[in-house]
């Protein structure tokens, strides 16, 4: 069976709405393979807008490593604004994919990266424009199986009246584990159903199968008992990790779209997984063990990419570019390698500390000296004890007074508002941090025009972190402390001019608290938010607060709970959390204690440095961190022909 | 505290080419930012020695001309880019051309001959091809005899500060109509003033003035771009070009 291009029927739509390109493909890089050729047919979406989804690394590597079997062809979409999805619906015109504009109803599978929870009402929409079935158990043979990942899906609860499978942890290998599956079941003639092929499913190392497990619940609204309804399938549902990520060198040929993006470079992955052990941070708990790519590896991984897309700027990507062990060596011999031809290399965001600028001015000698970026998190001492991110206020403006000193005019500092323990005070020293960075910056550089950009997020509370039992703080308490802290800031006209504060309100964080912790009755709320008309939630112009409420207050008024019973309630020791039965490797027990050292305020080293300290991922999962240095460098390319 | 680049100032511009490229098939979606982007990294990836700018933020020296706007579909869009090397024009139309994506194709190249005056300035007029599904050729051709019979014809045109009448009679050389495939085509040609008079605003002029409303979209193709002839036609604007060098290298004008 064949499928038809709906290009044709939504070419007239493209002559009407916002920013066409977005939807035709055709991006450098991209495959289009024939339909028949193959046996498994992935569309692989990312729910948030083109110009957001594009640029996203997992997809990307799972985009090539799906097309370069031969049994297999993977195709992207992405969410639809509204402009066009009205039309679609106008015109009867089905969710399509980019590159052959074929309609993602008629994939095998419907492979969708949750980066964020806030893009669970862009997969209803989806699923909904596809013609696909809302429900999961309301479909048949016929329809994709709709298959979560990313971050997000390690507590897929919320949506899981929605997804057929979750998979945790890394997907270049699961991704062919899957195709192997559905391909032995379609040959087989799809013995058994959907049912079978999703019992199939589970049984793949990392596969989560919703429908699989039954949720009771006591009577104060906790659960009661997560217990699996069949006995073929596994008892919890462990994570994927790579181990050598030399041996996936993804994306090679990177995505380059002719629309504009927000990443107007490419990305190099120089190592997965963090052991830093900052407390709020999901990614580096869910990620671990650290594993490196070599400096050879990243070498020719640059060379080849830039070669592939004419990008003009190389990030070195990670959760800490700085911690890798040769990246001392990595960022002088990449520099002495593209000398003279205006490529720029950056670091992503980094840990406050005298090294980092050391890079900095390594990776940018070749001209651009912008702007640097760095994440103390915590506004006072304390509170980075807290959180496990431990710098001095000392070292903090020194670090930043180098970076003016050394050419840099525009410095960034994130910070959180919002942690656990975090009274008033903690936020207000981020106004005496960032006066006192322009004041000894302004010293140090003997100019007036530096400037510091004091960017704040809400936090949320995670799962498999040692804050999932944390209360969120309301939405009130995060205005208010922003508030103060913006007054603080303006008081002193002469220095208040030199910063620049960026936050956003309390409100969407606590959806994404609900999101975050939620369970399966959450989905509820998704839905009748969706049916109200919500999506796009992380676009401020389509977030609606008020949707999101009204529909949590009726939608869980009838479990009894409400949207603080999710968000503000700190959890106690043993209840049952939603994603106890998927495991991140993280030791419960650990993770608990590691929560009491925080409000204790003691402090965790890095065990890549210090030791082993038991957090249970090296021997649940079989793996071990994979460090260097490895000794190699990095020899002169061939100049190019200038 | 001014920081200067290390090291030399770049190499200087030692040669210009000037191509000629389409926008065809989807990509007639891309907006002018979309294919300046695609083009200067086709550059890149095409190794073409580009001459930079000199600063902090060298840039590659490129001029962009009169793009046809975002959905309509091109034969004829113009650029001129400096050299820091010489290069044979055909080699680097080749090489560009298959770094960039299918449906911008690079047609032409050719090296400006010094002393042949300005690109930009070659480039006053377009002849348009709008394809009409749906709409009556003889509904059309009566639509555009009131229209050429008019003195002036204004359309209020949206811009960066709200929205502006413009005559959009004044701007029409000729129009006439054609069918092809059962389907109505307006061949129009048009002279580019500022505000530049696009199709969709000759398609609002026919609406305003003999009440056409077409029942499906419009496909407009810009087929040529150049100075408007004597003849009313429009002639290619390489011309020059290729008649300068050809004298220099002693070789027979190619057209
Ligand atoms: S098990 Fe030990 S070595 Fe492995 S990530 Fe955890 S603390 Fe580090």
């Known amino acids: 069976m064949t499928v038809e291009s709906l290009y044709p029927r939504l070419e007239p739509l493209l002559a009407q709405v916002q920013k066409p390109i977005q939807y035709v493909g055709g991006e450098l890089n991209a495959q289009v393979k024939p339909w028949d050729d193959v046996a498994v047919h992935w569309a692989l979406m990312y729910p948030d807008a083109y110009e957001v989804g594009l640029p996203n690394q997992g997809l990307m590597i799972l985009y090539e490593v799906l097309n370069e079997r031969a049994d297999a062809l993977a195709e992207r979409t992405y969410a639809v604004w509204p402009d066009l999805a009205g039309l679609m619906r106008e015109h009867g015109v089905g969710q399509f994919t980019v590159d052959a504009h074929r309609p993602v109803r008629e994939f095998d599978l419907l492979g969708v990266s949750f980066a964020t929870e806030l893009g669970y009402t862009n997969l209803l929409e989806a699923l909904d424009l596809a013609g696909v079935p809302l429900h999961a158990v309301d479909r048949d043979e016929s329809h994709p199986v709709v298959v979560a990942g990313g971050h997000a899906a390690f507590n897929p609860e919320p949506v899981s009246d929605f997804v057929d499978c979750a998979v945790l942890g890394d997907g270049e290998q699961v991704v062919g584990d899957i195709t192997d599956v559905v391909a032995a079941w379609k040959d087989q003639g799809r013995p058994g159903g959907r049912v079978e092929l999703l019992a199939r499913l589970s049984r793949v190392d990392g596969v989560y199968v919703p429908r699989f497990y039954a949720v009771s619940y006591a009577a104060d609204g906790t659960i009661a008992e997560v217990r699996r309804t069949r006995d073929d399938v ?116 980094t840990r406050v500390d005298a090294f980092n600028v050391t890079l900095a001015n390594e990776l940018s ?111 009130e308490t995060i205005d208010h402390r922003l508030r103060i802290l913006r007054e603080a800031i303006n008081a002193d006209r002469r220095i208040g001019r030199s910063i620049g504060l960026r936050y956003h309100d309390g409100k969407p964080g606590v959806i994404e608290g609900l999101l975050s912790r939620g369970d399966r009755r959450v989905g509820k709320v998704i839905e009748r938010v969706w049916r109200d008309g919500g999506h796009f ?38 209840e049952v959390l939603p994603w106890d039965h998927l495991d991140s490797g993280l030791d419960k027990e650990w993770l608990w204690d590691d929560w009491q050292d925080a409000i204790s305020e003691d402090e965790v080293g890095d065990c890549r440095w210090t030791g082993c300290y038991d957090c249970g991922v090296c021997p649940t999962m079989g793996t071990d961190i994979q460090i260097g240095p490895t000794g190699r460098s990095l020899l002169p390319l061939t100049p190019v022909s200038r | 505290m001014a920081r200067t680049p290390d090291g030399p100032p770049p190499p200087p511009t030692v040669q210009k080419l000037r191509l000629r490229y389409t926008k065809r098939g989807p990509l007639r979606f891309a907006s002018h930012r979309d294919l300046a982007r695609a083009l200067e990294r086709a550059l890149r990836r095409a190794q073409v020695p580009m001459a930079f700018s000199a600063g902090f933020s060298p840039h590659p020296k490129i001029s962009y001309m009169g793009a046809a706007p975002t959905g309509a579909a091109s034969e004829a869009e113009y650029f001129e880019i400096g050299l820091s090397a010489r290069r044979d024009p055909e080699q680097v139309r080749a090489a560009l051309d298959a770094s960039l994506p299918p449906g911008i194709d690079v047609l032409e190249c050719v090296e400006a001959v010094e002393g042949s005056g300005s690109l930009a300035d070659r480039l006053d007029a377009t002849r348009w091809r709008i394809d009409l599904p749906g709409v009556d050729a003889d509904q059309l051709s009566a639509a555009v ?111």
Not at chain 2, 231 to 255: F, T
Request: charged share 25%.
């Open chain 1, 234 to 349: 596994p008892a919890r549902v462990g994570k994927r990790t790579v181990m050598d990520l030399d041996e996936w060198p993804y994306p090679k040929q990177p995505l380059v779209p002719l629309a504009e993006s927000v990443h107007e470079r490419m990305s190099v992955e120089i190592f997965r997984g963090c052991t830093r052990g900052c407390r709020f941070c999901q990614a580096g708990m869910i990620t671990r063990p650290v594993r490196e790519r070599t400096i050879t590896g990243i070498g020719s991984m640059v060379d080849a990419g830039l070669k592939a897309t004419g990008y003009e700027e190389v990030g070195l990507l990670s959760l800490s570019s700085a911690d890798h062990s040769e990246i001392g060596q990595l960022a002088k011999e990449l520099a002495d390698r593209y000398e003279g031809t205006n490529t720029g290399l950056s670091l992503p965001s």
């Open chain 1, 365 to 475: 000698r070749n001209g651009r000296r912008s702007g640097l970026t760095f994440a103390p998190e915590g506004g006072s001492e304390r509170i980075r004890r807290v959180i496990n991110k431990t710098v001095s206020k000392e070292d903090l403006v020194r670090t930043v007074t180098t970076a003016y000193a050394n050419g840099w005019r525009q410095v960034k500092l994130y910070f959180m508002c919002g942690l656990p323990t975090e009274t008033d005070e903690d936020v207000l020293e981020i106004a005496e941090l960032a006066v006192e960075v322009i004041r000894a910056g302004r010293e140090a550089s003997g100019s007036k025009d530096i400037r510091c950009t004091v960017s704040i997020g809400g936090f949320v509370p995670k799962p498999h972190t040692p804050f999932q039992w944390a209360a969120q703080a309301s939405a």
């Open chain 1, 537 to 574: 939630d992380g676009w401020s112009e389509h977030f609606s607060y008020d949707r999101w409420q009204t529909a949590a207050a009726e939608e869980l008024a009838a479990f009894g709970l409400d949207l603080a019973w999710f968000t503000t309630r700190e959890r106690t020791e043993h």
């Open chain 2, 145 to 255: 005899q009131t229209f050429l019979a008019q003195e002036v014809v204004l359309v209020a045109k949206r811009t960066k500060n709200g929205t502006k009448d413009v005559d959009a009679r004044e701007a029409v050389v000729s129009a006439a109509v054609a069918v092809e495939a059962g389907c109505a085509i307006l061949l129009v040609v048009v002279r580019q003033l500022t505000p530049t008079v696009r199709p969709d605003d000759v398609m609002a002029a026919l609406a305003a003035v003999a009440d056409l409303h077409p029942p499906l979209p419009a496909r407009a193709v810009r087929e040529a771009q150049g100075r408007l002839d004597d003849s009313g036609d429009v002639a290619d604007p390489l011309g020059p070009d290729r008649v300068a060098s050809s004298r220099c290298q002693g070789e027979p004008a190619q057209v």
